[in-house]
């Protein structure tokens, strides 16, 4: 049974920066693909950025070049470094390990990001 728990949200001012992390239990990182996604009051869940087992990444348009996803296989820990934040990046993150597909499978229990003034 994997488990997964995201920690490191919390409040920032336009600008600024955060980094989430993802703690995964039951199953190697290392030969996981990973994902961050999130989702807003009212809006739908969205696929932020994944981490495929091989180390290729990809990004949403909305946070390219500000976001890093990045992964520490000797702590079995999932990163999510966000610069340059903005009011619109306002949203639960969460931690997923996909199954079949991207979307079903494994989620964390979500961490809140605020971005605000």
């Known amino acids: 049974q994997v488990q997964l728990v995201e920690s490191g949200g919390g409040l920032v001012q336009p600008g600024g920066s955060l980094r989430l992390s993802c703690a995964v239990s039951?199953?190697?990182?290392?030969?996981?693909?990973m994902g961050w996604y999130r989702q807003a009051p009212g809006k739908q869940r969205e696929l932020v950025a994944t981490?495929?087992?091989?180390?290729?990444?990809h990004y949403a348009d909305s946070v390219k070049g500000r976001f890093t996803i990045s992964r520490d296989n000797a702590k079995n820990t999932l990163y999510l470094q966000m610069n340059s934040l903005k009011p619109e990046d306002t949203a639960v993150y969460y931690c997923?390990?996909?199954?079949?597909?991207w979307g079903t499978g494994s989620w964390g229990q979500g961490t809140q990001v605020t971005v605000s003034s």
């Open positions: 981490l495929t087992s091989g180390g290729s990444t």
């Open positions: 997923h390990r996909p199954t079949t597909d």
């Open positions: 039951g199953r190697m990182l290392s030969i996981s693909h």
